[in-house]
Nanobody
């Protein structure tokens, strides 16, 4: 069974930065593509960014391109989301997710197999 534990959320002023981490355990990390999603109050969970099993391909939603960077560290079985130039609209609970197999592009939540518990990111104006 895969387990995902997110950390790094918090309160930050607009224009600031945060780095989210997601620790992966339970299965070979290299078999899973990884993604970050977020859900704001009253809204559906939305795709933020994803990275392939090898790390050679990444995808991001348009609203975070140029500001957020996803990466993975195979030695630490961890995926990161570096978030810069944060805006109040980025406020949400951020979830890490794992998908067994290939990553073909930005994906919907239903295509992911495992989820973390979420970490709150709040950006004040």
């Amino acid at each position: 069974q895969v387990q995902l534990v997110e950390s790094g959320g918090g309160l930050v002023q607009a224009g600031g930065s945060l780095r989210l981490s997601c620790a992966f355990s339970g299965r070979p990390f290299s078999m899973y593509a990884m993604g970050w999603f977020r859900q704001a109050p009253g809204k559906e969970r939305e795709f933020v960014s994803a990275i392939s099993r090898s790390g050679s391909m990444t995808f991001a939603t348009d609203s975070v391109k140029g500001r957020f960077t996803i990466s993975r560290d195979t030695a630490k079985n961890t995926v990161y989301l570096q978030m810069n130039s944060l805006k109040p609209d980025d406020t949400a609970v951020y979830y890490c997710a794992a998908k067994l197999g290939l990553l073909l592009g930005p994906s919907t939540p239903s295509t992911y197999d495992y989820w973390g518990q979420g970490t709150q990111v709040t950006v004040s104006s």
